[in-house]
Protein backbone atom coordinates (compact mmCIF):
# COMPACT_ATOMS: atom_id res chain seq x y z
CA UNK A 1 0.00 0.00 0.00
CA UNK A 2 1.08 3.38 -0.77
CA UNK A 3 2.31 5.68 1.98
CA UNK A 4 0.23 9.29 2.68
CA UNK A 5 2.42 11.48 -0.13
CA UNK A 6 1.68 8.61 -2.71
CA UNK A 7 -2.26 8.63 -1.24
CA UNK A 8 -2.07 12.34 -1.70
CA UNK A 9 -1.36 12.11 -4.80
CA UNK A 10 -3.78 9.47 -6.09
CA UNK A 11 -6.57 10.71 -4.13
CA UNK A 12 -5.88 14.38 -5.84
CA UNK A 13 -5.93 12.45 -9.74
CA UNK A 14 -8.10 10.10 -8.91
CA UNK A 15 -11.01 13.82 -8.79
CA UNK A 16 -9.94 14.39 -12.25
CA UNK A 17 -12.53 13.76 -15.18
CA UNK A 18 -11.91 10.36 -16.77
CA UNK A 19 -10.03 9.28 -13.68
CA UNK A 20 -10.95 6.98 -11.06
CA UNK A 21 -8.97 5.25 -7.97
CA UNK A 22 -7.21 2.85 -10.15
CA UNK A 23 -6.49 4.79 -13.27
CA UNK A 24 -5.10 7.43 -10.84
CA UNK A 25 -2.78 4.95 -9.31
CA UNK A 26 -1.72 3.52 -12.55
CA UNK A 27 -0.97 7.46 -13.65
CA UNK A 28 1.15 8.25 -10.03
CA UNK A 29 3.15 4.85 -10.80
CA UNK A 30 4.30 5.46 -13.84
CA UNK A 31 5.30 8.73 -12.52
CA UNK A 32 7.05 7.54 -10.36
CA UNK A 33 8.59 5.33 -12.82
CA UNK A 34 9.13 7.96 -15.30
CA UNK A 35 10.72 10.63 -12.20
CA UNK A 36 13.37 12.50 -14.25
CA UNK A 37 11.76 12.68 -17.61
CA UNK A 38 8.00 13.13 -16.95
CA UNK A 39 7.11 13.52 -12.91
CA UNK A 40 9.53 16.27 -12.53
CA UNK A 41 8.81 18.48 -15.42
CA UNK A 42 5.39 17.84 -15.57
CA UNK A 43 5.20 18.89 -11.48
CA UNK A 44 7.25 22.22 -12.60
CA UNK A 45 4.60 23.07 -15.91
CA UNK A 46 2.15 22.57 -13.43
CA UNK A 47 3.50 25.04 -10.85
CA UNK A 48 4.11 27.38 -13.60
CA UNK A 49 0.66 26.69 -14.91
CA UNK A 50 -0.71 27.92 -11.10
CA UNK A 51 1.37 31.05 -11.56
CA UNK A 52 1.28 32.27 -14.35
CA UNK A 53 -2.38 31.51 -16.51
CA UNK A 54 -5.01 33.78 -16.13
CA UNK A 55 -8.49 34.35 -17.78
CA UNK A 56 -8.54 36.78 -20.05
CA UNK A 57 -10.50 39.56 -19.02
CA UNK A 58 -12.06 40.60 -22.43
CA UNK A 59 -13.37 36.79 -23.16
CA UNK A 60 -12.65 34.13 -20.27
CA UNK A 61 -9.90 32.41 -22.48
CA UNK A 62 -7.10 31.18 -20.41
CA UNK A 63 -3.42 32.52 -21.15
CA UNK A 64 -0.68 33.84 -19.56
CA UNK A 65 -1.45 37.47 -20.58
CA UNK A 66 -4.24 39.59 -19.24
CA UNK A 67 -5.98 39.77 -22.47
CA UNK A 68 -5.49 36.52 -24.47
CA UNK A 69 -3.79 35.65 -27.85
CA UNK A 70 -6.93 35.80 -29.42
CA UNK A 71 -8.43 38.98 -28.44
CA UNK A 72 -5.17 40.19 -29.31
CA UNK A 73 -5.19 38.82 -32.88
CA UNK A 74 -5.53 42.27 -35.33
CA UNK A 75 -6.75 38.98 -37.87
CA UNK A 76 -9.70 38.27 -35.91
CA UNK A 77 -13.07 39.47 -37.62
CA UNK A 78 -14.25 41.46 -34.27
CA UNK A 79 -18.11 41.98 -35.41
CA UNK A 80 -18.39 37.79 -34.76
CA UNK A 81 -18.72 36.41 -31.49
CA UNK A 82 -18.62 32.59 -30.54
CA UNK A 83 -20.63 32.27 -27.06
CA UNK A 84 -19.54 28.85 -25.54
CA UNK A 85 -19.86 27.29 -21.95
CA UNK A 86 -16.26 26.77 -20.84
CA UNK A 87 -12.95 26.90 -22.15
CA UNK A 88 -12.69 23.67 -23.48
CA UNK A 89 -15.43 24.54 -26.12
CA UNK A 90 -13.53 27.52 -26.78
CA UNK A 91 -10.33 25.04 -27.55
CA UNK A 92 -12.58 22.79 -29.81
CA UNK A 93 -13.40 24.89 -32.29
CA UNK A 94 -10.21 26.16 -32.26
CA UNK A 95 -8.72 23.31 -33.25
CA UNK A 96 -11.07 22.76 -36.01
CA UNK A 97 -10.02 25.97 -37.22
CA UNK A 98 -13.31 27.09 -38.89
CA UNK A 99 -13.72 30.02 -37.04
CA UNK A 100 -12.13 33.45 -36.92
CA UNK A 101 -13.90 35.81 -34.80
CA UNK A 102 -13.75 35.94 -30.80
CA UNK A 103 -15.54 34.41 -28.26
CA UNK A 104 -17.16 34.67 -24.84
CA UNK A 105 -16.67 32.32 -22.14
CA UNK A 106 -19.85 31.71 -20.01
CA UNK A 107 -18.73 29.88 -17.79
CA UNK A 108 -21.23 26.95 -17.71
CA UNK A 109 -24.68 26.88 -18.02
CA UNK A 110 -28.05 27.77 -16.40
CA UNK A 111 -29.27 24.39 -14.28
CA UNK A 112 -31.74 24.95 -11.77
CA UNK A 113 -30.78 21.57 -10.59
CA UNK A 114 -27.27 22.82 -9.49
CA UNK A 115 -28.36 26.21 -8.69
CA UNK A 116 -26.85 28.27 -11.65
CA UNK A 117 -28.92 30.65 -12.83
CA UNK A 118 -27.87 34.21 -15.10
CA UNK A 119 -25.96 35.76 -12.13
CA UNK A 120 -23.05 32.89 -11.19
CA UNK A 121 -22.66 33.04 -15.29
CA UNK A 122 -20.40 36.05 -17.96
CA UNK A 123 -23.92 36.71 -19.63
CA UNK A 124 -24.22 40.37 -18.35
CA UNK A 125 -20.47 41.07 -19.41
CA UNK A 126 -22.16 39.10 -22.84
CA UNK A 127 -24.65 41.61 -22.81
CA UNK A 128 -22.15 44.51 -21.83
CA UNK A 129 -19.99 43.45 -24.67
CA UNK A 130 -22.52 43.30 -27.39
CA UNK A 131 -23.80 46.88 -26.69
CA UNK A 132 -20.76 48.41 -27.56
CA UNK A 133 -22.34 47.96 -30.74
CA UNK A 134 -18.89 46.31 -32.50
CA UNK A 135 -20.44 42.30 -32.60
CA UNK A 136 -23.06 42.40 -35.28
CA UNK A 137 -23.59 38.20 -35.42
CA UNK A 138 -23.77 36.49 -31.76
CA UNK A 139 -23.26 32.34 -32.95
CA UNK A 140 -24.78 30.63 -29.90
CA UNK A 141 -21.99 27.70 -29.67
CA UNK A 142 -23.67 26.11 -26.11
CA UNK A 143 -24.02 22.47 -26.08
CA UNK A 144 -26.71 20.41 -27.56
CA UNK A 145 -28.02 18.70 -24.08
CA UNK A 146 -30.98 20.57 -22.20
CA UNK A 147 -28.68 23.19 -20.04
CA UNK A 148 -26.79 24.52 -23.36
CA UNK A 149 -30.42 24.86 -25.38
CA UNK A 150 -31.74 26.55 -21.84
CA UNK A 151 -28.80 29.15 -21.79
CA UNK A 152 -29.51 29.98 -25.61
CA UNK A 153 -32.63 30.62 -25.59
CA UNK A 154 -31.67 33.02 -22.29
CA UNK A 155 -29.31 34.42 -24.38
CA UNK A 156 -31.67 35.03 -27.38
CA UNK A 157 -34.29 36.72 -25.01
CA UNK A 158 -32.08 38.87 -23.91
CA UNK A 159 -30.90 39.96 -27.07
CA UNK A 160 -34.32 40.32 -28.55
CA UNK A 161 -33.84 44.21 -28.43
CA UNK A 162 -30.90 44.55 -29.34
CA UNK A 163 -29.57 45.21 -33.13
CA UNK A 164 -27.65 41.50 -33.45
CA UNK A 165 -27.92 38.51 -35.52
CA UNK A 166 -28.21 35.73 -33.12
CA UNK A 167 -27.52 31.93 -34.54
CA UNK A 168 -26.90 29.16 -33.72
CA UNK A 169 -24.81 26.05 -34.49
CA UNK A 170 -26.18 23.58 -37.32
CA UNK A 171 -27.35 20.14 -36.30
CA UNK A 172 -24.04 18.46 -37.13
CA UNK A 173 -23.70 18.61 -33.50
CA UNK A 174 -25.43 15.39 -31.63
CA UNK A 175 -28.07 15.86 -29.30
CA UNK A 176 -26.70 15.24 -26.23
CA UNK A 177 -23.20 16.00 -27.36
CA UNK A 178 -20.34 18.17 -25.81
CA UNK A 179 -18.36 20.22 -28.23
CA UNK A 180 -15.09 19.42 -26.64
CA UNK A 181 -15.99 15.59 -27.42
CA UNK A 182 -16.46 16.22 -30.59
CA UNK A 183 -14.26 15.93 -34.54
CA UNK A 184 -12.54 18.89 -36.18
CA UNK A 185 -14.89 17.98 -38.74
CA UNK A 186 -17.85 18.33 -37.08
CA UNK A 187 -17.32 21.62 -35.58
CA UNK A 188 -16.15 22.83 -38.73
CA UNK A 189 -19.43 21.57 -40.69
CA UNK A 190 -21.75 22.62 -38.15
CA UNK A 191 -20.33 26.22 -37.87
CA UNK A 192 -20.31 26.74 -41.29
CA UNK A 193 -23.97 25.30 -41.18
CA UNK A 194 -25.41 27.66 -38.58
CA UNK A 195 -28.69 29.14 -38.78
CA UNK A 196 -30.46 32.05 -37.39
CA UNK A 197 -32.00 31.03 -33.55
Given amino acids: MADGELER ?16 RRAVLHLIKKRETLLLPLAAAMEDVAEKV ?11 AEICSICRDPRRERSL ?5 EVADLWAL ?17 S ?11 IDALIERIGSGEISEVILATNATVDGQTTAHYITDRLSSMDVKVSRLAHGVPVGGELDYLDDGTLAAALKARRPF
Fill in 81 to 85: LCVVE
Fill in 94 to 110: ERAGAFRGVYHVLGGVL
Fill in 112 to 122: ALDGVGPDDLG
Fill in 54 to 64: KTCRICGNLDT
Fill in 9 to 24: LIALLARLPGLGPRSA
